[in-house]
């Protein structure tokens, strides 16, 4: 049986946390457009620098760029039996993009898992995320702090504030969720594919909650 799953929420909800942990869990990769644009990012490939500039300001990149990223993604042997969209999509049209993409490489439905977080929680996660660049996990300075001061647990890479974890970048970034990327509940609801999570409490507490809901049959 494939999984092929998709965590909405927004910033700071805890998708790349839980999505993690669900790979691990499945045996599925992660797939965040997110990690694979700050890499390009970081490898200054022509795609890493036309996003950067979005990027750093808070806004979403052009959808044709991630569609572009994903499809590819998708196409490789280890996610035949399924994957963990985090991050994507985030629009409309990528959502549109994606259904395209999966029939056409014969893939079963989609099962989509909306992390609900209320704005202040959020603020507070965003405000003291630490992320480890070479392996993609996250910590918090506070809430879900690594063992050792600045050093990732999972492969000992250096964590750094993202440049997109300052105030102004954030509200930019809440705003382009509630403009472009909340709709995207209704049209899976509609499409009756979406579960809703709440994704306060413990972090193993809430990957319970998600794995109850795909046991349940979202
Ligand atoms: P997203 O990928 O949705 O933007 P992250 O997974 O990066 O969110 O989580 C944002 C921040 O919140 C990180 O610092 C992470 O360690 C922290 N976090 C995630 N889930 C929880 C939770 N259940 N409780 C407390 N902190 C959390
Ligand atoms: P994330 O790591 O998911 O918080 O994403 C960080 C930034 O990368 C976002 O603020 C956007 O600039 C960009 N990004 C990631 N995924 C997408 C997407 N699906 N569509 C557009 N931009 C994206």
Redesign the pocket.
């Known amino acids: 049986m494939q999984r092929n799953l998709i965590l909405l929420g927004a910033?700071g909800a805890g998708?790349?946390t839980q999505a993690q942990r669900l790979a691990a869990r499945f045996g599925i990769p992660q797939i965040?457009?997110?990690?694979m644009?700050?890499a390009a990012r970081r490898e200054g490939t022509p795609l890493g620098k036309k996003?950067e500039s979005?990027?750093n300001a808070?806004?979403?990149?052009?959808?044709e760029?991630?569609v572009g990223l994903v499809e590819e993604r998708l196409g490789k042997d280890d996610a035949k039996l399924g994957f963990i969209l985090?991050?994507?999509?985030?629009?409309i049209p990528?959502a549109q993009a994606l259904d395209t993409v999966l029939k056409k490489l014969g893939r079963d439905p989609l099962r989509v898992i909306d992390v609900q977080v209320p704005e202040a929680t959020l603020l507070e996660r965003l405000g003291g995320r630490l992320s480890c660049p070479k392996c993609g996990a996250t910590y918090h300075v506070r809430l879900n702090p690594p063992k050792q001061a600045g050093i990732c647990d999972a492969c000992g890479g250096a964590l750094v504030t993202r440049a997109?974890d300052q105030p102004e970048a954030i509200s930019q970034?809440l705003r382009?969720y509630h403009d472009k990327t909340a709709p995207l509940v209704d049209y899976y609801r509609k499409a009756g594919l979406e579960r809703a999570v709440d994704g306060v409490g413990d972090l193993e507490v809430v990957l319970g909650r998600i794995i109850e809901a795909l046991a349940s049959g979202a």
């Not at 985090?86 to 629009?91: A, I, K, L, Q, V």
């Open positions: 910033p998708k790349g965040s457009t997110g990690d644009l700050r996003a979005f990027m808070g806004q979403l990149v052009p959808d760029v991630v985090d991050g994507f999509p985030r629009t990528q997109d970034r382009e």
